[in-house]
């Protein structure tokens, strides 16, 4: 029986002892006070959720704990499970030798998180088997890892410098399931990749219509370092680097430290650096976009008053903004989850900003792959010089892959590859039909209504 099975047994069949539950169904409550039923209720899922856990045992090891929380996708590290590890730890201090989590430990670690915790251990989390998943993930990593072409970019010394044998993949899913393979904790920029980011950031910030008078919404079938406008004198749109200048200029005065804030919300406070010697060279030989920006400024695409160069100045800060795989997959789940980081709950970006940059990475965020990629993967994604490639599965969850060595129009060559096996071997394409295409495995829930229309 699975772990569902089980709970609803014990929740059920009134084997769980003194919980509050009448045994049938129903609750029987014999006091006034209106607090009490609650606290009924909360003891008895903490008793019920405890013996899930044990699987009816009075006491296991707390590493045995740590180990089936690890298994649902949860982290120890989990901003959310701050106070439980807290408690745990605690009581590891407390005593020697093998500490047992029992009843009264557990209900004291739980506090507040016993909601999370029922979600996570009965399956409720988006992949409900998440150890399948995270295998099959291994494997595609794995298979990926065999690519072996490709050139890391040496435009710049700081690029230049990694190994063409780094490859990471982070991912964290909506309810803030996560799973890492490989190089995961190696700091990069992401270049690039900060354009879909700092769009959202301004979308957010001053509104789709302010923006969209600078910048417009149409793939440019252009390089994206091109000295070109559209047939209104306006940047094609944000991913491509005329447009991403003008909205620098637009953000600029929010300064490096508020973007810098945005992301490291976006990214649950987890890692996010600044290579200034990254910076340093992006201006030194960056003779193409300040090219762009005098083009730019002669066309009068920036707003009145703004100060071109100050203006690619940020934008070069902001290209060289750093994250790992971990950080940056936590950032992509922010975008896969309406704005909302999984790992904290705090609402970042308004959902119309993480709909419009989802719908402008689908079509224009993999370079002059842009079109080849929406048509074969299907998922709003954006890549980056420095060999990264960040992935939305909206709804679902967000992944960022790292490789420095790129193909000829400079996407990373494993980021690719791994993105292609990923909804070859997972029905995550947007148009792959959910309901009758059975050759490609769905690791989402299924709701109960399509469990009942399936047999
Ligand atoms: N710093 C690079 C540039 O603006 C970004 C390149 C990229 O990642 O596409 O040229």
Known sequence: MDITGRWWHLNWGGQARGNGWSGKRGMVFKTPNPWFPWNRLISGMEDLLFYTITEGKEMIPVSQFISALRSTGLLTSDPRLSDC????????????????????????????????????????????????????????????????????????????KFS???WGVSLCTVDGQRHSAGDTKVPFCL?????PLEYAIAVHEIGTEHVHRYVGKEPSGLKFNQLSLDEEDKPHNPMVNAGAIVISSLLKVRGFLGVMEYLKKMSGTEYVGFSNA??????????????????????????KNADMIAALDFYFQLCSIEVTCESGSVMAATLANGGICPITGEQVLSAE???????????????????QFAFHVGLPAKSGVSGAVLLVVPNVMGIMCWSPPLDRVGNSVRGIHFCQELVSLFNFHNYDNLRHFARKLDPRRQSLDDRVSKG
């Open 85 to 160: 590890m807290r408690q745990l730890r605690q009581s590891m201090q407390d005593s020697a030798g093998t500490v047992m989590m029992d009843p009264k430990l557990f209900r004291k670690c739980v506090g507040a998180n016993i909601l999370l915790l029922t979600q996570a251990f009965r399956r409720k989390f988006i992949i409900p088997d998440f150890e399948a998943f995270a295998s099959n993930i291994n494997q595609l990593y794995y298979s990926t890892q065999r690519q072996v072409g490709g050139h890391v970019a040496d435009y710049i010394p700081q690029l230049a």
């Open 164 to 166: 063409p044998d780094l």
């Open 191 to 195: 270049q690039s990749c900060v354009k």
């Open 278 to 303: 990254t910076f340093q060279s992006e201006k030194e030989t960056g003779d193409r976009n300040f090219a762009i920006g005098y083009y730019l400024k002669e066309k009068k695409c920036f707003p």
């Open 353 to 371: 900003a993480v709909r419009n940059t989802l719908s402008l990475m689908h079509s224009c965020g993999m370079y002059d792959f842009s079109g």
